[in-house]
């Protein structure tokens, strides 16, 4: 019998920028997460100024800058060339920047300049805040000299930027740093509009290297005679690269996904409380995709409408489901259908097959598609997690306490609950150590969702379902996992509560789980236990430090043969049969050759079965056979 996957998928649309997010990259050191820009088709474009800053800064700029409220020639955005000290191969040197690394821009090579907030700050030294060349918080502009765009009535600006973001903590009176463009008609003596840049990095996180920016300006300096813009840092810490600056006539055809009401360009729910990276067979959810499309091109675009390609493990589009249309968008223009309905598009059953799954948001009208990078999720026959495989930073005892540090995540486990599957089997937790993981003990708890209390009183112990503790060997460290077996522990609960509790002995071992960026978790789906505080937090504000932790569960319904293995471990070693023992027969318990022995040596079957293949054996005689699979381990069944 071979099983069967059913995808539904809801689309709903709403409206203009993103970016692709980067997949599975393990940095060679903890970091930020990383966005860069979308896919578009390519088209003409009419480049009225350029400026790739292959000479420095030039002279008829106007470039300003104040240092904690106060004029300061030193707060200024600082040219790396192929000559300059440090050259364009370094990025920030602040002390807190982290890695140092330049802008990507097509032309990185000839140089770039950056607005180095931290290092202005403290001169590169720990402890030395505020006592660089130029104290934060900078106020800093530079500005191109005066256009004449009277023949020009669409305009874009557009630059290559890299930016990571630092909120005021260290002076509660500072605004959260930010970027910007503004834009004046009268040649600089005023500056009336202005777009803030960057606005879905959060605090301590930070854009691609690569990230593309366009504004649209046509309606601040489009056919003005003065036109002007100018870049803005107004903050604190940590740096502003930017590179490649172009004013242009945009393209006559192109849309674009973009953040509107503060949701971000392409959002992703999954009909569910938490965002699942890791989906089982019997767990996958809905996919529901909220995405905000903007007309960025000279003429109206007709008949649009949104598309989601599914694609299988070898990148074959298997499924596509469809918005409805409109009829037409205006340059300009915001296509919202968050307003109006949600859709539920049935493309049917598919061959289940492990892997990596994908999906890919395409907006498409009668004159160009827009394609939307493609987000990747795991599909397993029993793993659930809200991860989607990147690593962006860890966490642990070097943040929330050095003894007893938590993390828990919302499992719902109640996808498939049908009459003959009222309660799930608990197979095991796997955790994802951070490289920076020295030893130390884990605890991992398995709650009830009743046992929720609040973040004060945490969690009720009555409403524990299962327990398991071990300590971080050597191995653990290697591999950068550790697993908790719970062997086959039944769980009533359709939803749980994982929570994992982490040991350093007072700072003698760090204790650190991975974290994944990749798309923000929401609500209750996870939260953080400070040990410092005794007690439980959301997360961190306006940032996801803390967001997908690396705890995933192995989990199946509690029927015969609905799941092969019990761990992450491969299933020629670890299979069982079911059930056991049994009157009629057993059920497969993975796709190969099997073979059936009794126990005087006699061959009583000998075949390629499918994975829940059933084994009749209502006609053999009652006893001990054993059962081979794929020539590797034999089990016994008893009949």
Known sequence: ??????????????????????????????????????????????????????????????????????????????????????????????FYAGAALPIASPTTSNGFIILDSDYLDNSGLTGNNGNGPAAAPHLVTLAPPMMDLTQYSNIVVSFTNYYRRRQGTQNLSTAVSATYLDFSTDGGQTWPHSVELNTHIGNNQSTAADFLVEVNASSFIGGQDSAMFRLRFDGRYYYWQVDDIEVKVPEYNRMKFTSFNGAPPVDVLYNSTSRYGHMSQFEQRPITVDANVYNFGVNPQTNVYLALDVLDPNGTVVATAYSDTTASLAPGDTLDFTQLNTYNRAVGALTFVPGTYSFAVRVVSDSTIEAFDTLSYQLSEQRMALDFGGFDNSLGTNALGLDGAGMAVYMDLGMFNPATATAQRLFGVELGLSSLTTGGTIEVSVYDTAAWQGYTAGFDQTGLLAYATDSITAADISSQTKYFDFGQQLLQSGAVYVAVNMYSNNGQYEVRLKNDQTIRQTGLSKMMYNANDARWFSGYSNSMTFNAPWIRVDVCPNIPGACGLGTSEPVETLWTLSPNPGAQGFNVPEFGEVSVVDAFGRVVLCARAERGSWVDASKWSPGLYFVTLNGVTQRWIKL
């Open 1 to 94: 019998m071979k099983h069967r996957l059913l995808f539904v998928l809801s689309l709903f649309v709403g409206f203009a920028s993103f970016g692709q997010i980067a997949r599975d990259s393990d940095q060679i050191q903890d970091g930020d997460v990383r966005y860069s820009g979308q896919n578009r088709t390519s088209a003409t474009e009419t480049v009225i100024m350029s400026e790739d800053f292959a000479n420095g800064i030039p002279s008829t700029w106007i470039h300003q800058g104040t240092a904690n409220g106060t004029a300061d020639p030193d707060a200024r955005f600082e040219y790396r060339g192929i000559a300059t000290t440090p050259s364009n191969a370094t990025g920030s040197r602040g």
